[in-house]
């Protein structure tokens, strides 16, 4: 509903539209850290999640400059905003 209403309105992205890939993760975070790769082989924008784990696919999204917004996550070094910024720095 919410992609909907950004799409329809042409003031809010004008000249753009929003689309979303699910990508189940199952909470195993090898198998999250080869999803969170082949996302950006889709040249995604931005990630939203994963759920369980994401440290480590923090650090990827990070070196590749794009944005991740994960609504829970267990570990808490990922609040540490100078580390994941200095490795977008660093590229």
Avoid: W
């Avoid at 992205?13 to 090898?30: C, S």
């Avoid at 999803?35 to 440290?55: D, M």
């Amino acid at each position: 509903m919410a992609l909907d209403e950004i799409n329809n309105d042409t003031n809010i992205l004008p000249g753009h539209t929003l689309d979303f890939i699910i990508a189940e993760t199952y909470g195993m975070e090898n198998h999250s850290i080869r999803v969170t790769v082949e996302l950006i082989n889709r040249n995604i924008s931005v990630y939203i999640g994963p759920q369980e784990t994401c440290i480590h696919e923090a650090k990827i999204a990070a070196s590749f400059h794009i944005p991740m917004i994960s609504y829970v996550s267990i570990y808490r070094t990922n609040t540490n905003k100078s580390l994941y910024m200095l490795l977008t720095e660093l590229i």
